[in-house]
């Protein structure tokens, strides 16, 4: 099995081994982001809508490295530290996918690294 990776500079460099994203045949696997502003390389401190803008905007950017968006995602992970965020995170991501939406799994884990409230992960599919 061949595995191409992408990455952006727009978005958190890897910490770990592991790659910002991976294409395996027609589908392109996008690695958990968290707040990480790529600028400082800090959290955003924020509530869980500003945090979530950040996955996303990070998000965006690995896509876009990939020559895909978000009109390309067929799946989406969400994983909060608290379901009290569930209302707040489905705003901003109802801003950032139209019908027909991806499929979707939402899940309230114990704690994201550096005390992020949300992180986002995706599966998109080459046009």
């Known amino acids: 099995m061949t595995r191409t990776s992408f990455s952006s500079p727009e978005a958190p460099r890897a910490v770990g081994p592991y790659s910002q994203a991976v294409a395996s045949g027609?589908?392109?696997?996008?690695?958990?982001?968290?707040?990480?502003?790529?600028?400082?390389?800090?959290?955003?401190?924020?509530?869980?809508?500003g945090?979530?803008?950040?996955?996303?905007?990070?998000?965006?950017?690995?896509?876009?490295?990939?020559?895909?968006?978000?009109?390309?995602?067929v799946k989406v992970n969400v994983y909060l530290t608290s379901m009290d965020d569930f209302a707040a995170m489905n705003e901003v991501y109802a801003?950032?996918?139209?019908?027909?939406?991806?499929?979707?799994?939402?899940?309230?884990v114990a704690a994201l690294p550096l005390g992020a409230r949300i992180e986002i992960e995706l599966v998109a599919r080459k046009p």
Do not use: K
């Open 26 to 49: 027609d589908h392109v696997f996008l690695s958990g982001q968290t707040p990480i502003d790529p600028a400082t390389g800090a959290l955003v401190e924020d509530d869980v809508a």
């Open 51 to 73: 945090q979530a803008r950040r996955c996303f905007d990070n998000l965006a950017a690995v896509l876009a490295a990939a020559g895909l968006t978000f009109d390309d995602v």
């Open 95 to 108: 801003g950032r996918f139209g019908e027909p939406y991806p499929a979707r799994t939402t899940v309230a």
